[in-house]
C-alpha cells in the first residue's frame, strides 16, 4: 500500500527567507507525485506535479520540488517566500497510469511571519 | 465555467440526522470523487466514480453512500450522521492528461455533528 509522510507539521518562517516542505513516500510501483496548496477557507490548488522525466519540476508561485528516487523524497522548495505563501500544503502520491486514486499526507503548515 | 461547486458551505447536523452533499461539476470531467478533511490527517478518500451509474469505494467509506446518475452531479448521502462524521468535504472532478487525471477541488463543505 502506498502512504505519504510529512515530515513536519507546522513550519515557521521569515518573509523572504527559503523554505524547504519535506515529504516521503512509499510505494511498490511506480508513482506519480503531486505538491497541493489550500489557503485559509479555500480548497485545493495544484502547485506541480512530477509525472516522468526531469526529477526538477517547477511550478507556480515561484515553488519547486525534487523527485529522488532512491531516498523516495519529493521535496518542495522555495528561494524566498512571501506573506501570501502562507498555507497548508498537501503532497500526494498516486499509481502511475490509469486513474490514479491520490493518496495525501497530512499537510505542513506553513507559516510566513513578516 | 462555474468549475466544482459544494452545497452547502456549511451544516451542522444532530446525531441520527440524514442530509445529502451536493457536488456538480461544469467540465463534463467523467471522473469525481469525495474526500474528508481531517485535522493531521490530511484527505482521504471516501467514494469515487469513473463515470454515470459507476461508483466505487474508497479509503473510508462506512457510513456514506453515493450515487451518479448524470455525468455532472455526484451526491454524498449520510444516512444517520455520528459525531465521528464532523469533517471538511471536499468533492474533486478530473480528467485525463498526459497520462494520468488531473483533479479540481471544490470550496468544500464544513459538517459539524453534535
Known amino acids: 500500500a502506498q502512504s505519504v509522510t510529512q515530515l513536519d507539521s507546522q513550519v515557521p518562517v521569515f518573509e523572504e527567507a527559503p523554505v524547504e516542505l519535506r515529504c516521503n513516500y512509499s510505494?511498490?510501483?511506480?508513482?506519480?507525485l503531486f505538491w497541493y496548496v489550500q489557503y485559509p477557507n479555500q480548497g485545493l490548488q495544484l502547485l506541480l506535479k512530477y509525472l516522468s522525466g526531469s526529477t526538477l519540476v517547477k511550478g507556480i508561485n515561484g515553488f519547486e520540488a525534487e523527485f529522488n528516487k532512491s531516498q523516495t523524497s519529493f521535496h518542495l522548495r522555495k528561494p524566498s517566500v512571501h506573506i501570501s505563501d502562507t498555507a497548508e500544503y498537501f503532497c500526494a502520491v498516486s499509481d502511475a497510469g490509469g486513474y490514479n486514486k491520490l493518496i495525501f499526507g497530512a499537510g505542513t503548515r506553513l507559516a510566513v511571519h513578516p | 465555467n462555474a468549475g466544482v461547486t459544494q452545497t452547502p458551505k456549511f451544516q451542522v447536523l444532530k446525531t441520527g440526522q440524514s442530509m445529502t452533499l451536493q457536488c456538480a461539476q461544469d467540465m463534463n470531467h467523467e471522473y469525481m470523487s469525495w474526500y474528508r478533511q481531517d485535522p493531521g490527517m490530511g484527505l482521504r478518500l471516501i467514494h469515487y466514480?469513473?463515470?454515470?451509474?459507476?461508483?466505487d469505494q474508497g479509503e473510508v467509506p462506512n457510513g456514506y453512500n453515493v450515487s451518479r446518475s448524470t455525468t455532472e452531479d455526484f451526491p454524498l448521502r449520510l444516512l444517520s450522521a455520528a459525531p465521528s462524521q464532523t469533517s471538511v468535504y471536499f468533492c474533486?472532478?478530473?480528467?485525463?492528461?498526459?497520462?494520468?487525471?488531473?483533479?479540481?477541488f471544490g470550496p468544500g463543505t464544513r459538517l459539524t455533528v453534535l
Open positions: 466514480s469513473v463515470g454515470a451509474g459507476i461508483t
Open positions: 510505494s511498490s510501483v511506480s508513482v506519480y
Open positions: 474533486a472532478s478530473s480528467y485525463p492528461t498526459g497520462g494520468h487525471y488531473e483533479q479540481f
